[in-house]
């Protein structure tokens, strides 16, 4: 062992162990890449002209990354579908509280504001069944346009000065914005 070894003795076995877990990663990949090769050859076809290393290797950052392992390795009844096609499950065998979840249309670009209020009353176990015939709608709200994170600034609130918001237009009215205005004596 060096001298930095013996002063840090933690240092050498942080390396050692991502040295073993980079050799795992490398045979796990290696072992799926087989398998989709295999696959290929007995005439199940892979994805449209996806090599089987690259394959592999994307099954394997799907693994390594949880917010989408976790997606993918749970099984439970499909509940339903909302409009965006984001796809709802129930497992009541779970632990309370996680045995409701959704599985995005779109793995790779989801926002949790794109989840609508019924089916957001229904995974925080607020409602015991989903959709809107089941939600009540109170009286004052007003209709706005359905609002999807970052497709449109529709029922937005943009507070004064920001870009986005336009300023009214009032005839022949000119307003002073400075921050001081001397008196003047009458």
Same mark, same amino acid.
């Given at each position: 062992?060096?001298?930095?070894?013996?002063?840090?003795?933690?240092?050498?076995?942080?390396? *050692?162990?991502?040295?073993?877990?980079?050799?795992?990663?490398?045979?796990? *990949?290696?072992?799926? =890449?087989?398998?989709?090769?295999?696959?290929?050859? +007995?005439?199940?076809?892979?994805?449209?002209?996806?090599? !089987?290393?690259?394959? !592999? =290797?994307?099954?394997?950052?799907?693994?390594? +990354?949880?917010?989408? $392992?976790?997606?993918? @390795?749970?099984?439970?009844?499909?509940?339903?579908? +909302?409009?965006?096609?984001? !796809?709802?499950?129930?497992?009541?065998?779970?632990?309370?509280?996680?045995?409701? $979840?959704?599985?995005?249309? #779109?793995?790779?670009?989801?926002?949790? !504001? #794109?989840?609508?209020?019924?089916?957001?009353?229904?995974?925080?176990?607020?409602?015991?069944?989903?959709?809107?015939? #089941?939600?009540?709608?109170?009286?004052?709200? +007003?209709?706005?346009?359905?609002?999807? =994170?970052?497709? @449109? #600034?529709?029922?937005?609130?943009?507070?004064?000065?920001?870009?986005?918001?336009?300023?009214? @237009?009032? *005839?022949?009215?000119?307003?002073? $914005?400075?921050?001081?205005?001397? $008196?003047?004596?009458?």
């Amino acid at each position: 062992p060096t001298r930095r070894d013996r002063l840090a003795p933690s240092r050498a076995v942080d390396r *050692a162990t991502a040295r073993r877990s980079r050799r795992r990663m490398k045979r796990v *990949a290696d072992a799926l =890449a087989r398998r989709a090769a295999r696959r290929t050859r +007995d005439g199940v076809s892979t994805s449209l002209g996806e090599s !089987a290393r690259a394959r !592999a =290797a994307s099954t394997m950052t799907k693994i390594l +990354d949880g917010s989408v $392992w976790h997606l993918e @390795s749970r099984s439970g009844e499909k509940v339903g579908e +909302d409009e965006l096609g984001n !796809a709802y499950y129930e497992n009541k065998s779970y632990q309370q509280g996680r045995s409701r $979840w959704v599985v995005p249309k #779109n793995l790779d670009d989801y926002s949790a !504001a #794109n989840i609508p209020r019924e089916w957001h009353g229904w995974l925080h176990h607020i409602n015991d069944e989903p959709g809107l015939p #089941n939600a009540t709608t109170p009286i004052y709200e +007003d209709a706005s346009p359905y609002f999807v =994170a970052g497709k @449109s #600034n529709a029922g937005t609130y943009l507070p004064k000065g920001h870009f986005l918001r336009q300023r009214p @237009s009032n *005839a022949g009215v000119t307003r002073s $914005w400075a921050k001081y205005q001397p $008196w003047s004596p009458p």
